[in-house]
């Protein structure tokens, strides 16, 4: 079996999952893995599954739309790539925070950043609600950050970058995170 990796994109309402698994299953895929999310009003969901060889690609996206637009959504369908096995460097799980009022590059400034120092985002929550509350606009990144990053450096560099864009940013280690934020 091969593996398919299918994007849906569109207006929340109840029911999509439910018909994007629908579709799968009466093509004979086995979905391994989906993420839903809501970015506002908008639903997000990207789903992994294996499928027949004899399954065309195109003959599945047809099926798909078919279910999809009707409801007003996109659908998007690609061959997952047979990479090999990825051997990620040694890294310790962080969640970094931030704090502060919207403006144009908050997230752009962040990630630069974190990919300057190898830092792999795993999980990315962004709510901003405008204005200049800085309690209605909030970052929350799950990072992996390789054991071979300076510390004292990276935690230099994030309060530098907090300044400059005028937010506040914290880094905890996820289990202490975790542990605070429990409810």
């Avoid at 506002?40 to 060889?53: N, R, V």
């Avoid at 999809?68 to 959504?73: R, T």
């Avoid at 997230?107 to 962004?126: H, Q």
């Amino acid at each position: 079996m091969r593996k398919i990796i299918v994007s849906v994109l569109g207006h929340d309402r109840p029911g999509i999952i439910a018909t994007v698994a629908d579709v799968l299953f009466r093509s004979g895929c086995n979905i391994e893995d989906v993420s839903q999310t809501l970015l506002q009003t908008e639903f997000a969901g990207i789903f992994i599954a294996s499928c027949p060889e004899s399954l065309e690609q195109d003959e599945l996206l047809d099926r798909l739309r078919a279910k999809l637009d009707p409801m007003g959504l996109s659908a998007l369908l690609r061959e997952m790539e047979e990479t090999g096995i990825w051997e990620p460097p040694p890294v310790e799980p962080f969640v970094i925070t931030t704090l502060g009022p919207d403006r144009l590059g908050l997230v752009a400034g962040v990630t630069e950043l974190l990919a300057r120092f190898g830092v792999n985002i795993s999980n990315l929550k962004a709510v901003f609600r405008g204005g200049d509350d800085p309690n209605a606009n909030t970052m929350i990144y799950e990072v992996d950050i390789p054991i071979t990053v300076d510390q004292r450096l990276f935690r230099e560099a994030l309060r530098e970058r907090g300044t400059e864009l005028g937010i506040d940013i914290s880094l905890q280690h996820r289990e202490i995170f975790e542990a605070i934020h429990r409810v």
